[in-house]
Nanobody, 127 residues
Framework: QVQLVESGGGLVQAGGSLRLSCAAS????????MGWFRQPPGKEREFVAA????????FYADSVKGRFTISRDNPKNTVYLQMNNLNAEDTAVYYC????????????????????WGQGTQVTVSS
């Protein structure tokens, strides 16, 4: 069973950048598909990005393509989300998620596909 802890959130002006980190412990990190999700105020949790176990395959929500980059460092047991050109619509609590079972590409974008979640980190973008 893996434990996940996010960090790196904060307040940033529109057009700025942040890098989120998610540190994993308690299990072999490279066995897990990893995803980032976010929950804007008053809205449901939504998919942001996901990466395969090796990190070679990456998938993004249309709303963040070209602005966000997901990456992972398996020896460091960490997955990252580099967020550039942020706007007010990116304001949300960001969660990392992990799943050991194989996931289809479609399943990677569904919150219920993931068994393990971090506590979330707040990202606020001021306009």
């Amino acid at each position: 069973q893996v434990q996940l802890v996010e960090s790196g959130g904060g307040l940033v002006q529109a057009g700025g950048s942040l890098r989120l980190s998610c540190a994993a412990s308690g299990s072999t990190f490279s066995n897990y598909v990893m995803g980032w999700f976010r929950q804007p105020p008053g809205k449901e949790r939504e998919f942001v990005a996901a990466t395969s176990r090796s990190g070679n395959a990456k998938f993004y929500a249309d709303s963040v393509k070209g602005r966000f980059t997901i990456s992972r460092d398996n020896p460091k047991n960490t997955v990252y989300l580099q967020m550039n050109n942020l706007n007010a619509e990116d304001t949300a609590v960001y969660y990392c998620a992990g799943e050991r079972d194989p996931l289809t590409v479609q399943a990677m974008g569904v919150p219920f596909s993931y068994h393990y979640w971090g506590q979330g980190t707040q990202v606020t973008v001021s306009s």
